[in-house]
């Protein structure tokens, strides 16, 4: 469930200028805290989950951006929500339905947004992380997620990383790695090259690669990869991330935009639906979660916010709080509290959602 958020800006976009009948877009830039509870049998799904730290409510604790595209007018808007899932951080909708440039993560402008199809359409676009090694560089998108411990101590474990130097975006010389290296020795490691996966894989000697810190490694110069090769390193790493709450963070996200009424700080108006979408790997991750994830009213709270039998027993608080140099209007609507929760199921973690 979400504990809070902080909207950093409210700002218009392309200068206020109107998107058809719907009229003109607000920018809404913030960061969102939650939790899950590690001892609900929905959330085993989540790796590593029970070895995470916890927080003194004995959940596990993450933190994701938020970045939204909603009219100014909500009465304008479809009132539906369109979720895409960045790729590694990107923001890619535009450049790909819209007509819009490639490459653009800080939509600020007419020509950032290309024709502005799901804006005409009177959509409200939200972005937010998922990926903890996402780059956060040039407005990026990440999730923050804690490091898992065994018994306190760090889990250090031999990994297996694969790589393969493509040609469509030129020759990739470095290589990095999916968790943090323990040591920088060379010994303790080795990268091995195969043409063809049946291969059998050969060893390259030290003195054709180093390491170039402790989540990447190149070839030494004179030695470049060879396209469509196979490179395979085995190497000893540390601290894991919970990675899985990823699908936590945006199930939890999207279930609070679309049932919890005090979400009309940041979207504006009241939801009534919410769609999807992803390109590349972001499509990878929908193709994944659409089978885990469910954004359900289902009226029954999860065991990571149980509460009193009676009735009459307070709701949970949710911390929304919003910069001054936004506008009055969203001034308004700091410090609401939820309703009673709703439920959005999920193999990975469950959440509850407010209706």
Known sequence: MLLSLDIERIEALADGAPFGEVGAYERVIGRAKGEVDPLDP?????????????????????????????????????????????????????????????????????????????????????????????????????????????????????????????????????????????????????????????????????????????????????????????????????????LGLGFAATRDVISWLRYDPAATAATGGKISHALAIGFSQAGRYLRSSTASIRISPASAASSSTRRSASPHAPAPSMRITVSRRTSSRSRQRRSPTQSPAKKARCSAATAPTPS
């Open 42 to 242: 929905a959330n085993k799904g989540i790796a590593l989950i029970d070895k995470a730290p916890l927080n003194a409510n004995g959940k596990v604790e993450y933190a994701t951006d938020i970045f939204i595209l909603r009219p100014k007018d909500p009465a304008r808007g479809n009132g539906r929500i369109l979720y895409e899932v960045n790729n590694r951080g990107r923001k890619m909708l535009f450049g790909n339905i819209a007509d819009g440039p490639q490459g653009v993560n800080d939509p600020k402008t007419m020509t950032d947004v290309g024709n502005g199809f799901p804006l005409r359409r009177g959509y409200t676009i939200v972005w937010s992380g998922w990926d903890p090694d996402a780059p956060r560089a040039n407005m990026g998108l990440g999730l923050t997620a804690p490091v898992a411990t065994e018994n306190g101590q760090p889990i250090v474990k031999i990994v297996r990383d694969e790589f393969c130097s493509g040609t469509r975006g030129g020759a990739l010389e470095v290589f990095k790695l999916s968790y943090e290296a323990t040591t920088l020795e060379q010994p303790r490691a080795q990268l091995t090259v195969r043409e063809r996966a049946d291969d059998e894989p050969r060893e390259l000697p030290l003195n054709q690669w180093s390491f170039v810190d402790a989540r990447s490694i190149k070839l030494r110069e004179g030695t470049k990869p060879k396209p469509g090769y196979l490179y395979e390193f085995h190497y000893e790493a540390r601290n894991p991330k919970v």
